[in-house]
């Protein structure tokens, strides 16, 4: 019975059944982790996360985004992955945890840019008066309408510039920096946190510093033509021209304002952690 053919054959197809189902379950705990970190990018990735779109497409955008860095990312995680499935079910929920962490430190880091623009529009708008003009939003974001003008043109941009490739090689890149099941360190992620905060104020005070010195031009010859002239209401006449300034400035700027927020976006991309 021992050498019979059809017992050899039997157990070699159950050998080979074996050997299938565990590579399954390693693939499921690979899948699980790469998951946790893009699902996590996603949520926050310019023009693929945001607000105004449905939960399932969101959904829908990291399982792509899981496939498409697979073949790159799957076997830098298969370690991590094996390792958690032996240690059981806590070894599992710190895998998770941990992808987690670094997928919302990613996210973060481009959704960031994002608001530089936002900060940077409102900076425009207070500066030159329109904040409470043209105040209909197209996002779900309270901003003003410069703001929202510069947002969807900036998420525009990227999205027109292969965003979605960029995307996709930070997340296989990460895996080098922020190798798989490694915990984050709080106090480097504070510290990131604070030098991109920086980082974010400085850009958007940059980018609306067109708006800054008109202000300050507009404001110095409002307060000479009063001096000037104190029976002339000032406020009246000066309203409309600071007004069409703006939309004026706007209109010249914005290309180049957009320029220097995509080559910082691009460096947000290329080094996410801020390693350079």
Do not use: C
């Not at 799957?74 to 240690?87: Q, V």
């Amino acid at each position: 019975m021992e050498g019979d053919p059809a017992i050899v054959a039997l157990g070699a197809l159950f050998a080979r059944i074996a050997s299938g189902l565990g590579f399954v379950e390693g693939a499921v705990f690979v899948a699980a982790a790469l998951f946790a970190r893009v699902g996590a990018t996603a949520a926050f990735l310019p023009g693929f996360g945001e607000r105004a779109l449905p939960l399932r497409l969101k959904l829908a955008v990291a399982v792509a985004f899981t496939a498409a860095i697979w073949p790159a990312a799957g076997p830098l995680a298969r370690p991590a992955a094996e390792a958690a499935a032996r240690a059981g079910f806590a070894g599992v929920l710190g895998l998770i945890l941990a992808e987690a962490a670094v997928g919302l430190i990613l996210g973060l880091g481009l959704r960031f840019m994002v608001m530089a623009l936002q900060l940077a529009g409102a900076i425009a708008a207070q500066a030159t008066s329109v904040a409470q003009i043209l105040g209909a939003n197209a996002t779900p974001d309270p901003m003003p309408a410069i703001g929202a003008i510069l947002a969807l043109g900036g998420i525009a941009l990227a999205m027109a510039a292969g965003l979605h490739v960029k995307a996709a090689a930070m997340m296989i890149a990460s895996y080098g920096a922020a190798p798989a099941g490694l915990a984050l360190i709080p106090g480097d992620a504070a510290a990131w946190a604070m030098d991109r905060a920086g980082q974010v104020f400085s850009l958007a005070l940059s980018l609306a510093a067109p708006f800054a010195a008109a202000s300050f031009v507009y404001n110095l010859a409002l307060g000479a033509i009063n001096r000037a002239m104190p029976q002339l209401m000032v406020a009246f006449v000066g309203a409309p021209a600071i007004t069409a300034g703006a939309l004026l400035i706007l209109w010249a700027a914005a290309p180049e304002i957009l320029a220097r927020w995509g080559e910082a976006a691009d460096l947000a991309l290329i080094d996410p952690f801020g390693t350079r």
